[in-house]
C-alpha cells in the first residue's frame, strides 16, 4: 500500500513538474511574442532598436541619473551593449554623462531635455501599441492576470532572499 | 451631460492602457527574473548559455533537423548569434549539418547521439529548477495562470493573422 501511495505521489510530483514546464515555456513565448512586436514598432515608427528604447526608460524614471551599473541592472530587455547605446544616445545629444562630485572617475547618465522630449513621444506611443495588443483580453482577464503575476513576483523575490 | 460622459469614458479607457502597461511591465519582468535565474543555473552547472540551450532544445524537438531560417524563426530567447552557437556545438560533434539532398547549398542541422544525450542531462535539471521557481503558486493559481496566458496567446495569434 505504502508502495502505491508512493508510486502515485512521484508521479504527482512529476505531473506537477510538468505543469510548470509548460507554464514557463507560454509564459516565455507570450513576452517574446509580445517584445517582438513592440521591438518592430519601435522599429518602423521611431528607427531604435528595443534596448535603447529601454534604457531611455529607465534613465526617465530616475531624474538624479544613473552609473552604468544601475543602468546595466535596470535593463528589462537584453540584447543591447549600454556603453555603445549611452555613446549613440550622448552624440545625438539626448543623454549626458555627469562625473561624479566626489569621485571623478564615476559617472551618471541622464536623459537631457531633448532626450526628455523625444522619449515622451515614444512613450505615448508605446502606451496605446500595449493597450492594443491586450485588448483582447477583458479587464477583469487582464486584473487576474495582473494579481497572479503579482503573487509570482513577490514568490520570486522570497526566493532570492533565501539565497 | 454627455461631455461629463465622455470626459469619463476618456478617463477610462486611459485608464485601461495604463493597466495594460502595468500589466505588460510585470509580465516583463516576470519573465526576465526566470530567465535570469534559469541562465545562472545553466552557468553554474553545464557551463553554457541560455541561447544554446534553447538552440539545442529546438532541435530536440525535431529531430529530422531545421534550416538555419527555421532554427532563428523558433528560438525562445535572443541574444545569441546561432552561425556561432552551431560552429561551436558541431566542433564539439554535439550537431552536425547534413546537406539538402534537392539542393546541395542548403543544409539542416541536427542534435548527434552525444548532443540528444548532453541534452537530456540539462532538460532534466532544467524542469527541475523550473518546477522549482514555480513552487511558490500553487496548483491552481499555475492552472489559472496558464488559462489566462492561453488567453492571450490565442489573441496574440488572432491579431498576427489579421495584419
Known sequence: MSEILNA?????????QHAS???WLRLLSCTTRVEDKIRQKLRESF????PRFDLMAQL???PDGLSMGELSRRMMVTGGNITTIV?????EKLVLRQVGVNDRRSFTVKLTKAGRE??????????EWVADIFSGLSNN???H?????????KNLQKQEEMT
Chains 1, 2 share one sequence.
Open 60 to 62: 526617465e524614471r530616475h
Open 8 to 16: 502515485d505521489h512521484e508521479y504527482r510530483a512529476h505531473a506537477d
Open 87 to 91: 555613446d549613440q544616445l550622448e552624440k
Open 145 to 153: 492576470l495582473y494579481t497572479l503575476l503579482g503573487a509570482m513576483k
Open 47 to 50: 528607427d531604435i532598436t528595443l
Open 118 to 127: 523625444a522619449f515622451a513621444d515614444m512613450a505615448f506611443a508605446h502606451e
Open 141 to 143: 482577464q487582464q486584473s
Open 21 to 23: 514546464l509548460r507554464l
